[in-house]
């Protein structure tokens, strides 16, 4: 039997108060910002529908208000749903409210994320290594200012490396969740982190998709 087509949903996060922009998010919430002549949120929402991404939610909160206006002036080419948070429920709470479609996979992304990054080649990443939960991480470099000494256990000197630069992954805000990851989230405050190790403490399978693009 052919397998009966899912939905293709993404859920993005608009929620947040965007504190350490200072008076920059006074009166504008931060997925209204300008990047150029589009806001944030439109330069997202834009780039979800060239995926055929056919539903996208936006969870809100902090001067929901204008998000909603600016969405009810916007000619749309996804169903779009808002998900007004009465009060803060984190990074992943929203997910809770996502009840009513066929979904295989949901794909988060954070309300202030511009990225290059192929969310076809994502999906079929996830899909195709049968994830459960798939991060995208970018990486991010740093240079410590000073001589690093290594010692051993004893305090004793090793080696003295000048001005080292050390490279890690961090997340990069963009998540795709299958349906067992998105049924863990009930109705209350969690953020993304705290689900992710939520998961892995359950067994499920996570994986890593690496963003080179900008």
């Known amino acids: 039997d052919e397998k009966t087509d899912t939905e293709k949903a993404a859920l993005i996060l608009a929620g947040g108060f965007g504190s350490r ?5 006074k009166n504008t919430p931060k997925p209204l910002l300008k990047i150029g002549r589009k806001p944030l ?3 997202i929402l834009q780039k979800l529908e060239k995926a055929a991404y056919k539903n996208i939610y936006i969870s809100t909160h902090y ?31 929203s997910i809770s409210k996502i009840k009513d479609i066929n979904l295989d ?17 994502l999906n079929e990443f996830h899909l195709e290594k049968q994830f459960d ?5 970018a ?10 000494v290594d010692l051993d256990n004893n305090f004793k000197f090793k080696s003295l490396k000048e ?3 050390k490279k890690y992954f961090v997340l990069s805000g963009i998540y795709c969740l299958s349906k067992n990851i ?11 982190p705290e689900l992710i190790d939520h998961a892995k403490k359950l067994g499920f399978k996570i994986g890593v998709f690496p963003i080179y693009e900008y």
């Not at 949901?106 to 080649?121: K, M, P, Q």
Request: proline share 2%; glycine share 6%.
């Open 163 to 165: 001005k080292p630069i």
């Open 133 to 137: 939960l798939t991060l995208t991480v």
């Open 41 to 43: 949120l439109e330069i």
């Open 182 to 192: 998105c049924d863990l989230v009930t109705e209350a405050y969690i953020d993304m």
């Open 63 to 93: 001067l929901h208000e204008k998000i909603t206006k600016y969405l009810n002036k916007r000619k749309s080419i996804a169903n779009i749903k808002i998900i007004h948070e009465a009060k803060p429920l984190g990074t992943a709470g």
């Open 105 to 121: 996979f949901l794909t988060v992304i954070n309300g202030d994320v511009i990225s290059e990054i192929n969310l076809d080649s």
């Open 21 to 25: 922009l200072g008076k920059i998010t």
């Open 139 to 148: 990486q991010f470099s740093t240079k410590i200012s000073f001589g690093v």
